[in-house]
T-cell receptor
Framework: GESVGLHLPTLSVQEGDNSIINCAYS??????FIWYKQESGKGPQFIIDIRSNMDKRQGQRVTVLLNKTVKHLSLQIAATQPGDSAVYFC?????????????FGDGTTLTVKP | DTEVTQTPKHLVMGMTNKKSLKCEQHMGHRAMYWYKQKAKKPPELMFV???????INESVPSRFSPECPNSSLLNLHLHALQPEDSALYLCASSQNTEAFFGQGTRLTVV
């Protein structure tokens, strides 16, 4: 069946370092991917997205890379800050108005040490 | 206003109670969703409403009953829940390709 998963459940980095969070997916027909950040006591927050016709997309301090050959995507956070501590989910969604219909991966808990 | 507001934030209910969770957005989004999230797990989709009509029910038990009174409101009516239904219930809305989530209702069934 369709699944979206992450390689590591936890990641700990020093403040100022770069963070890389990985995700694998199984459905080769998946067209659209979203990274969400969920802080404690809050709902998921959209960070960045990428369509399958792209292999890289950059935002403010974040970059998403997509490798369709091996069905892998990653989220890179530059100069990680304490406020980046959260659970990060990759998700697969339809590329239409129902983009909120996401299939979430298991999540990686990022801890930033001062 | 890019907010999805959920009430209440916390709810404790007995197995014989009837309660409702409420969700509101004023972004003009025509798709709204209910998700369930257990501790240390990812959110799982329950229902999708598109243009105020139920379009997806992910085989959710009938003790959960969604309702969309208008384009800004989404309710989840709860009846005869079980302790294993205790979870964070998240509402979301979307238009185009970005989804916005509320902070959730932390539900405890006793």
């Amino acid at each position: 069946g369709e699944s979206v998963g992450l390689h590591l459940p936890t990641l700990s980095v020093q403040e100022g370092d770069n963070s890389i969070i990985n995700c694998a997916y199984s459905n080769s027909a998946s067209d659209y991917f979203i990274w969400y950040k969920q802080e404690s006591g809050k709902g998921p927050q959209f960070i960045i997205d990428i369509r399958s016709n792209m292999d890289k997309r950059q935002g403010q301090r974040v970059t998403v890379l997509l490798n369709k050959t091996v069905k892998h995507l990653s989220l890179q956070i530059a100069a990680t800050q304490p406020g980046d501590s959260a659970v990060y989910f990759c998700a697969e969604s339809p590329f239409n108005t129902n983009a909120g219909k996401s299939t979430f991966g298991d999540g990686t808990t990022l801890t930033v040490k001062p | 206003d890019t907010e999805v507001t959920q009430t209440p934030k916390h709810l404790v209910m007995g197995m014989t109670n009837k309660k409702s969770l409420k969700c509101e957005q004023h972004m003009g989004h025509r798709a709204m969703y209910w998700y369930k999230q257990k501790a240390k797990k990812p959110p799982e989709l329950m229902f999708v409403y598109s243009y105020e009509k139920l379009s997806i029910n992910e085989s959710v038990p009938s003790r959960f009953s969604p309702e969309c009174p208008n384009s800004s409101l989404l309710n989840l009516h709860l009846h005869a829940l079980q302790p294993e239904d205790s979870a964070l219930y998240l509402c979301a809305s979307s238009q185009n390709t970005e989804a916005f989530f509320g902070q959730g209702t932390r539900l405890t069934v006793v």
